[in-house]
């Protein structure tokens, strides 16, 4: 059962100023999105599907979004937000720069667990990039995000050069993409197996990056 209830921080960040009963309802519509995409496909996701589980009319749906690309983008603004939330919070509880890149590795792997749906949607997502400006430059502008978060955690809390922190954080958000990727795409991999093998494999390199800065 959907709740209409969501942390303001999410609710902000998607709408841009304070929630009225119009975007709550925008709200439901976009969980609802999120369900019929992960569990039906993006080819049954129709204003009729999202309705069903809405428990509302089709007209409903198109009133409050004009057409499928409308929803698909509010969809992926939540659900960046919503990992946006989780990932921050987890780096928040680090102390010093190593334990923060830690958090900052783990924090999709706990996203991606509680929101298995979301995760599913995101790889839609990556798809649609392939072929699509406006997801690509949404893309752009969470990829640069994440980089500037690493940029910040190896230069500043950890003390690599700017040229290294910089080669680093695109090795190290590529390897993430890749083993989550791989866990939630094949059988021979699960997302704990995946986050494990994900950290040995960052720490290592950034242990060899360090011993060649020295």
Excluded at 32 to 58: N, P, Q, W
Excluded at 115 to 124: D, F, G, R, T
Aim: hydrophobic share 35%; charged share 25%; net charge positive.
């Amino acid at each position: 059962m959907m709740s209409n209830t969501e942390p303001d921080y999410i609710l902000r960040n998607l709408f841009e100023f304070k929630p009225s009963k119009g975007d709550l309802k925008r709200l439901e519509i976009i969980k609802a999105t999120i369900e019929c995409l992960a569990t039906i496909g993006f080819d049954k996701t129709t204003y009729e599907s999202i309705a069903k589980i809405v428990g509302t009319r089709r007209a409903h749906i198109n009133y409050y979004f004009g057409d499928k690309h409308e929803i698909l983008m509010a969809c992926i603004r939540y659900i960046v937000s919503n990992y946006q939330q989780v990932s921050l919070q987890h780096i928040e509880q680090a102390r010093v720069g190593r334990d923060m890149l830690i958090n900052f590795i783990e924090g999709p792997y706990i996203w991606a667990k509680k929101n298995p749906q979301e995760l599913s949607v995101m790889l839609l997502f990556y798809y649609l990039c392939t072929y699509s400006e406006d997801y690509q430059k949404l893309h752009d502008k969470i990829r640069t995000g994440g980089a500037e978060r690493l940029m910040y955690i190896l230069h500043e809390k950890m003390s690599y050069s700017k040229k290294n922190a910089r080669l680093l954080s695109k090795v190290i958000q590529n390897s993430m993409s890749g083993f989550i990727l791989d866990a939630a795409t094949t059988s021979l991999n699960d997302l704990k197996k995946a986050e494990d093998q994900n950290k040995k494999f960052i720490l290592k390199l950034i242990d060899h990056y360090k011993e060649k800065e020295i």
